[in-house]
């Protein structure tokens, strides 16, 4: 582990003799003053993004993402973005960029990981995921995607549970220079049988492979030094 370590999970974890030096008014306002990331650093947790290639309201990639949020290891964070707002790809826009568009690549900056769920629409990855791809990989020389970690699931109603998406997607992954989970594949196939009236997924097997997912993923963005996690 490269990280630094703040000694404790969180302030609740502290011995009583910290949190009277906490108590003190200075204290106080010095950690009233940390950002998030500075919290995140300090208390050594990866923060996961979500990204999911599908704008649909019940989407079952959507839903595949939530189950994947009550399975992250300890000491990981797993929060999903919103593409709604991102607009097609135009590139006499990219230097003053749309700001959906900044606030996504801020995000991705700030994520130590990313987790994609990808449909398949026509053999690929949906054109709303590849427009958001495009986006953050620009300008030239400014991606937000360099270095870092990333894994991929995918679910689809045909029977192949968009392996055919996943390995554009992957292939995407190699120019965007992004050390990618090779196993487990994560193939939800036939996916409206997996998925309870609620919108859970109830299959016992996916879950543990999405569970041994995120492990391999945080295994990856623990062991590198934070500067490389969030690279611009
Ligand atoms: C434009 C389009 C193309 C599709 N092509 C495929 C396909 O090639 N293979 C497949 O298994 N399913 C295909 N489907 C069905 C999707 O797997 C299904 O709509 C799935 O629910 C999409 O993911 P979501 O639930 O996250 O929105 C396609 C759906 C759309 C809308």
Redesign the pocket.
């Known amino acids: 582990m490269h990280r630094k370590q703040f000694p404790f999970r969180s302030v609740a974890h502290m011995p009583p003799d910290c949190l009277c030096v906490l108590a003190h008014s200075t204290c106080r306002h010095v950690l009233a003053s940390f950002t998030h990331q500075d919290k995140e650093f300090w208390m050594n947790e990866i923060i996961i993004l979500g990204i999911v290639g599908?704008l649909?309201k019940g989407?079952?990639?959507?839903l595949a993402l939530k189950a994947a949020q009550e399975l992250v290891p300890e000491g990981a964070v797993l929060n999903l973005v919103e593409l709604h707002d991102i607009p097609v790809y135009d590139q006499d826009t990219e230097m003053a960029m749309p700001a959906a568009v900044l606030e996504f690549k801020r995000r991705i900056l700030e994520a130590d990981a990313i987790l994609f769920a990808t449909?398949?629409?026509?053999?690929s990855v949906s054109g709303m995921l590849k427009n958001a791809i495009d986006w953050a990989s620009r300008p030239y020389g400014a991606s937000a995607w360099t270095g870092k970690p990333a894994a991929m699931m995918g679910?689809?109603?045909?029977n192949?549970g968009?392996a055919r998406a996943q390995y554009h997607l992957r292939q995407i992954l190699v120019t965007l220079e992004m050390p990618t989970v090779n196993q487990p594949e994560i193939m939800i196939c036939n996916?409206e049988q997996w998925f309870d009236p609620d919108g859970r997924l109830t299959d016992a097997l996916t879950r543990e492979q999405i569970q041994a997912l995120l492990a391999a993923l945080v295994r990856i963005a623990s062991t590198r030094p934070p500067g490389e996690n969030k690279a611009a």
């Open positions: 599908s649909r989407s079952y990639n959507h449909p398949e629409y026509n053999y679910a689809s109603t045909g192949l968009s996916a």
